[in-house]
């Protein structure tokens, strides 16, 4: 097996960011593309990641792939890339090859997969959330990026034009708009108004980099329910990723 995709800027901004705090996940490859799900050991966040096979310069595979792999070595790895790195994805029985190639110079690192009844099960994640946001990427890093050294907390609210994002602390309150006016949000399609539910704001710095390299994304929201975000991201590639709400 190899695949090989032209460039590892989403690997590193997305697989590098979720190693942080992720320790293991299942890889899925098969001939609509690859596939990769984890959740957090808190169990409080799910990932779901797509890359259709279109995306790859080189897309060979003789059979289907399912393993367990170690996020956090793997983000080590790709932590060491650079953004215009050439990634191939090279399987060698129970290893995989990590390849990043730049200006004629290849970097090869393995890691060591868990096959078979190894690889641990995760379950699919189907939830009602009617309130739904789409948001230029970009603006949600910046809004989350500006208040994250602020508090542990961060309050989702949906309002009549759009989102309030708010960290309280010890010493005061910050709160972060996103409405059409601004053009930080594109659409939106409110059920249930006046939604208001918190989160660990840790669980979104983690993948502040993926709403950075995001055209745009969808903000899901329901009442008490873990909060949604679909991620459009470049190539063809696809991610869902889950957060549960806080518990007091």
């Given amino acids: 097996m190899r695949l090989t995709f032209s460039n590892a800027r989403v690997w590193r901004y997305v697989m590098a960011g979720i190693g942080k705090f992720i320790e293991s996940g299942l890889i899925i490859i098969n001939h609509e593309g690859l596939a990769f799900r984890a959740i957090d050991p808190s ?5 779901e990641m797509h890359i259709p096979k279109e995306s790859f310069e080189v897309f060979e595979l003789e059979d289907e792939l399912k393993a367990a792999i170690n996020v ?17 994805l090279n399987l060698m029985e129970n290893t995989l090859g990590i390849e990043f190639e730049r200006k004629g110079v290849t970097r090869e690192f393995i890691i060591p ?10 379950p699919e994640l189907k939830l009602e959330l009617n309130n739904r946001f789409k948001v230029v990427g970009h603006s949600l890093y910046e809004g989350i990026t500006s208040i994250e050294d602020l508090g542990d907390v961060l309050t989702i609210k949906a309002l009549d034009d759009g989102l309030s994002l708010t960290v309280k602390s010890d010493i005061g309150e910050a709160e972060v708009l996103l409405n059409t006016s601004s053009g930080a949000l594109l659409d939106k399609e409110v059920a249930e108004p006046n939604v208001e539910v918190s989160y660990g704001i840790e669980y979104f710095k983690y ?3 993926a709403m950075r390299i995001s055209e745009e994304l969808d903000l899901l929201l329901g009442p008490e329910m873990p909060c949604k975000l679909i991620f459009n991201l470049p190539q063809g590639a696809k991610m869902n990723y889950y957060v549960a709400p806080r518990i007091e």
Avoid at 43 to 47: A, H, Y
Avoid at 76 to 86: A, F, H, N, Q, V
Avoid at 115 to 120: C, H, L, N, R
């Fill in 113 to 122: 997969l868990q096959t078979g009844s190894e690889a641990e099960v995760i």
């Fill in 43 to 47: 169990r409080v966040s799910l990932i």
């Fill in 72 to 88: 956090e070595e793997l983000g080590k790895i790709l932590r060491s890339s650079e953004k215009d790195d050439k990634i191939s």
């Fill in 207 to 209: 993948v502040k980099l």
